[in-house]
């Protein structure tokens, strides 16, 4: 999958890579400081990017030049450093170091000079074999280091970096930004900052020159950008073979992956983790947790975690993904409840894009936290629902294949079980207008996944009015259907539950219902209910006795429809219809 993806990124041209990468490139949190050939301070300005939109303020004057200065003076990782690890810049041209270190002491004048020292005699970094080898073939190539620059502009951090106040700068170097950066860079061409941060990159570009070796007077190595083979981790050599890195990449394949994991990087800084690579049309666009790709996509996805680098968490095929969706997906107000919160919801919502989808998903079965926990860690989930955590834990991934990816197999069962399991938490719960919201959303589902499904939409208007009217008439007249049947069971078994005083039991009672798998059982439920609250019967004793009877005279083909007795429970009652009942009063 990498090596397709750094194919439709290997087609970009080198402008274009470059192009690609700055325009997109995010300055780390910190004090940015330009300095003129003449040792005047030209530019300084504080970046701060805004985590919640993943912007930062690009108006800045001198943003590109520092951008462009920033990207070919990066550390291409933590370890990489050149002398001392508390300096992060890779080349005279510029010196990073982070405020904390010089408020505390940290940067001594001794460090300085080594940095400067390592940067003017290259052999005290790279010693002998093949390092200095792989070092002296790019020098013949890019040339030597300039000198008299470089003890010039290491004259000015020895002069300035430990009394930052006496240049009047407008910056911040208070102890509040210790953890930001102090960036310098020197004023120069912009291909002599890009020469000499290749001199740094190529030189390590591998993960270690011991594994280098030499094909055909080509150097060939394990290239560093998310790979980190050491002697802590055994398990990554392959120790069947002579040679024993998994792979093995010539300088320009090692450079491109570098590039193409400092594009996924910036795109990471901006909060946009969800990476798609489109063969076809050979384009890599990224988008946060809450955004779509505007156009279709063929080829591949890739979920990004920013840590000290960018690592690539998960990955996956996309055949063919469009956020429009083929068939319309409509979300069908069935049970005609009211929501005053939203009057408009009776209404329903038609829905043609995958992203409407996933937000009725994500409000009305999760609370909200699917989008934002699609990769969380578990300990990461704060619910006061564990049905709730359970069946996100157990079905995010799934959604997020078929909500972003288009994969829909599997789906109608995995929505079935775990609406399921959702609609039975809410009622538990007593959260009776949730439950009813999911419950629509549930049946609604099951209608799109089923070709030619039933619609269902008369369930609950036309069964509790046909039922209403049984209960009322003067004569008796027995349930007609399986439907009527279990929805009479809901509502007989949600008037149990509002004579129970006891509060705190509530949820054990209404349980067995909803995991009732046979007639008998529900029988049992029911018989066992109305003799222990028959005394108390006094709202509605007619119609009780009578659902009672109507109940019992009746035998099920069908086996138990668990959705029916569901929408008996959560629609209005009956039994309790024009009486004051606070206990169906929702959350």
């Known amino acids: 999958m990498l090596g397709e993806c750094l194919e439709v990124f290997g087609s970009y041209t080198e402008e274009e890579r470059e192009r690609r990468i700055l325009d997109h490139y995010i300055p780390k949190d910190g004090s940015y400081i330009l300095v003129g050939k003449n040792g005047e301070v030209i530019s300084a300005t504080d970046f701060k990017l805004d985590k919640k939109t993943g912007k930062i303020n690009k108006s800045a004057v001198h943003f590109n030049e520092f951008c462009y200065y920033d990207y070919y003076s990066n550390l291409i990782v933590m370890q990489k450093y050149l002398s001392n690890k508390i300096i992060h810049s890779n080349n005279y041209l510029s010196f990073y170091i982070k405020k904390k270190n010089i408020l505390n002491g940290g940067l001594t004048s001794e460090i300085i000079t080594e940095y400067y020292d390592v940067l003017e005699h290259p052999e005290k970094k790279w010693g002998k074999g093949k390092q200095l080898s792989t070092y002296q073939k790019l020098e013949a190539e890019i040339g030597q280091i300039d000198i008299k620059v470089l003890q010039k502009n290491k004259e000015w951090i020895l002069e300035h970096i430990f009394d930052m106040d006496k240049l009047g700068l407008n910056i911040d170097m208070s102890k509040k930004s210790k953890e930001d950066y102090l960036k310098i860079f020197f004023e120069a061409e912009k291909e002599e900052y890009q020469r000499e941060g290749n001199r740094y990159f190529v030189s390590n570009i591998y993960n270690s020159n011991v594994y280098n070796i030499i094909v055909n007077d080509e150097i060939l190595g394990l290239p560093v950008n998310n790979m980190n083979m050491n002697s802590k981790k055994p398990f990554l050599s392959v120790k069947t073979r002579k040679v024993v890195p998994s792979h093995l990449l010539n300088r320009d394949d090692a450079v ?332």
């Open 256 to 587: 491109l992956r570098k590039q193409f994991f400092d594009y996924l990087m910036n795109f990471a800084m901006a909060g946009k983790y969800n990476v798609y690579v489109d063969m076809e049309k050979k384009n890599i666009t990224a988008f946060t947790d809450d955004e779509y790709p505007p156009d279709s996509v063929t080829g591949f996805y890739i979920r990004l975690q920013k840590g000290k680098e960018v690592e690539i968490r998960d990955q996956d095929v996309v055949p063919f993904f469009d956020n429009h969706l083929k068939k319309s997906f409509f979300y069908e107000n069935k049970l005609r409840i009211e929501d005053e919160k939203n009057p408009e919801y009776e209404f329903g919502k038609t829905c043609t894009t995958y992203k409407e989808i996933e937000e009725l998903i994500n409000d009305i079965f999760f609370s909200k936290l699917l989008v934002k926990h699609y990769f969380s860690e578990e300990a990461e989930i704060k619910t006061g629902e564990e049905a709730v955590k359970r069946m996100l834990l157990l079905s995010r991934r799934k959604l997020f294949g078929w909500l972003h990816l288009g994969n829909a197999a599997g789906m109608k069962g995995l929505l079935d079980q775990i609406s399921r399991e959702l609609i039975k938490s809410s009622i538990s719960n007593e959260y009776m207008v949730k439950a009813a919201k999911q419950l629509n959303l549930r049946l609604s589902l099951m209608q799109y996944f089923t070709e030619g499904g039933e619609d269902m939409a008369d369930f609950s208007v036309e069964l509790r009015e046909n039922l209403k009217a049984k209960l009322c008439s003067e004569e008796y007249v027995g349930l007609e259907s399986d439907k009527e049947y279990y929805f009479a069971v809901g509502q007989l078994a949600r008037y149990f539950v509002y004579l129970n005083k006891t509060g705190k039991k509530k949820q054990s009672m209404i349980n067995p219902f909803l995991n009732a798998g046979t007639d008998k059982k529900l029988k049992d439920l029911v018989g066992k209910y109305f003799k222990k609250y028959n005394y108390a019967i006094f709202v509605g004793a007619k119609r009780v006795s009578r659902l009672y009877g109507m109940i019992e005279g009746y035998e099920p083909q069908e086996s138990v429809l668990q959705d029916m007795i569901s929408a008996g429970f959560v629609i209005d009652n009956l039994l309790l219809e024009g009486k004051e009942k606070e206990e169906q009063e929702d959350e």
